[in-house]
């Protein structure tokens, strides 16, 4: 983690804040590949409370409550192929230790926001509720549940890319900004810097209403030295020439993904070769620089074996996480998808 020095310590504080028992709600904002997610990462480190994540998907603007819905199964430890009657016993259990003889309170508004079909007595609780009651409710529940999470350990929610929420999860944020003041609960969003996205709003009203919870962390591109410090930490500080560095440094334009990006492209070109104490160059190999950090990843992708470059199509497809059943019946021939897993993630 290279030029964060300012805003980790600040998320620090706020992660070591509530450990102590004092809530908030951070914003962490910066274009793709700024550094948001890496930023919260680093400071979760050694963080010993409840830990809750929840990740926005591109296309999850027609799908409501699926940062929550990420959110919950993960609190569950349900894997995205569990099957519906496995994740709603673990649901009805962990309820159940969490509100004891209320249970049906809480349990049946979120089993239907997972899409679960409840026992019976709890679906009853939902029959009559026209859908503006069963929403309001369910914001209770959700806030409910939060409020009871931090009872007796410090609860983080961390929320990935709301820029690509539903509006109703945008609303949901917007009741929450406030818990801090209720219990030991840090809120951190984490978004792109995208105005016309409903989710922009609720910054501004966090900074006006809450201003005593509320912690900016707006990431920039990084500075000259601050690049050039962490193409030295990836590839070693004498690597690559002057001339070579400098172009890269100017095509990052301060973004450490696209500079990371570009160096792995260097690596499956052939242009930098791994050794034992780092990387060298091979001078004989032109090097290329794609213009922007699409085309980077493009070029890595269309170096990939052919098997490799099928399983990745395949799993673009299905998200970013999936379970392996789901990928071997859509791939036509599954046979050598652990040899493609295995080159997929050793070339990151």
Not at 35 to 46: C, M
Not at 286 to 303: G, N, S, Y
Request: aromatic share 6%; net charge negative.
């Amino acid at each position: 983690l290279v030029g964060r020095a300012s805003e980790f310590a600040r998320q620090q504080d706020a992660v070591a804040a509530v450990a102590d028992g004092r809530g908030g709600v951070a914003f962490v904002i910066g274009e793709a590949g700024i550094g948001k997610s890496r930023l919260v990462s680093e400071a979760r480190t050694g963080y010993a409370g409840t830990w809750l994540e929840g990740r926005c998907v591109s296309y999850g603007e027609t799908l409501p409550y699926w940062p929550f819905r990420d959110l919950l199964r993960g609190w569950l430890g349900a894997a995205d192929d569990d099957p519906d009657l496995r994740v709603r016993v673990r649901l009805r259990r962990e309820a159940e230790e969490l509100f004891g003889s209320r249970v049906l309170e809480v349990y049946p508004y979120l089993c239907a926001m997972l899409g679960l079909t409840p026992e019976p007595d709890a679906a009853a609780r939902l029959a009559d509720l026209a859908p503006e009651a069963l929403r309001f409710r369910t914001f209770e529940v959700i806030e409910q549940l939060f409020l009871e999470l931090a009872t007796d350990r410090p609860l983080v929610v961390q929320l990935e890319d709301l820029h690509w929420a539903d509006t109703t999860s945008v609303e949901l944020v917007e009741r929450l900004l406030s818990i801090g003041d209720r219990a030991a609960v840090l809120l951190v969003v984490t978004q792109r810097d995208e105005r016309d996205h409903p989710c922009w709003r609720l910054r501004a009203q966090a900074a006006r209403d809450v201003p005593h919870l509320f912690i900016d962390l707006a990431l920039e591109p990084l500075g000259g030295e601050a690049e050039r410090a962490l193409l030295h930490a990836i590839v070693g500080p004498a690597t690559l020439p002057p001339r070579l560095e400098q172009r890269l440094v100017q095509a990052a334009e301060g973004n450490p993904f696209y500079l990371e990006e570009l160096v792995r492209s260097l690596v499956d070109h052939g242009a930098l070769i791994a050794t034992n104490a780092g990387y060298r160059l091979d001078h004989e190999v032109q090097v290329e620089i794609p213009p922007t950090v699409e085309r980077v990843v493009l070029a890595r992708i269309d170096r990939l074996p052919a098997v490799a470059h099928d399983v990745l199509t395949a799993a673009s497809a299905l998200g970013r996480t999936f379970g392996r059943p789901l990928l071997d019946a859509v791939l036509v021939d599954s046979a050598e998808t652990d040899a493609a897993l295995h080159e997929l993630q050793r070339l990151d």
